[in-house]
């Protein structure tokens, strides 16, 4: 399996990016597939989920109202869209693919791209 994440770079607060996860060489047709994201000098955090047909979605309070995840099953796919962004949200952004019990669990995910900068300056 392999995740190709892009769509990083640098943005003035308030702006936004959209960030994408292609998926390939797997049979997901019942994997979720997750956005983490890591600043530096702290955990990694869950940020966003989507159910393999995009059915279901889960953002982190931190992002509700701002990001938006979506997926283009056609081409294996998902995005996360960025909006109002803010300083704190400065982070590599890692996809990660997988069966979770629990969504946000980083250890649940079985598969993960190799992340994306994303820099918010004030």
């Known amino acids: 399996v392999q995740l190709q994440a892009s769509g990083g770079g640098l943005v003035q607060a308030g702006g936004c990016l959209r960030l994408?996860?292609?998926?390939?060489?797997?049979?997901?047709?019942?994997?979720?597939m997750g956005w983490f994201r890591q600043a530096p000098g702290k955990e990694r955090e869950f940020v966003a989920a989507i159910s393999w047909r995009g059915r279901s979605t889960y953002l982190a309070d931190s992002v509700k109202g701002r990001f938006t995840i979506s997926k283009d099953n056609a081409k294996n796919t998902v995005y996360l869209q960025m909006n109002s962004l803010k300083p704190e949200d400065t982070a590599v952004y890692y996809c990660?693919?997988?069966?979770?019990?629990?969504?946000?669990?980083?250890?649940?995910?079985?598969?993960w791209g190799q992340g994306t900068l994303v820099t918010v300056s004030s």
């Open positions: 994408s996860c292609a998926a390939s060489g797997g049979a997901f047709s019942t994997y979720v």
């Open positions: 990660a693919v997988g069966l979770p019990r629990t969504i946000t669990q980083t250890s649940e995910y079985a598969y």
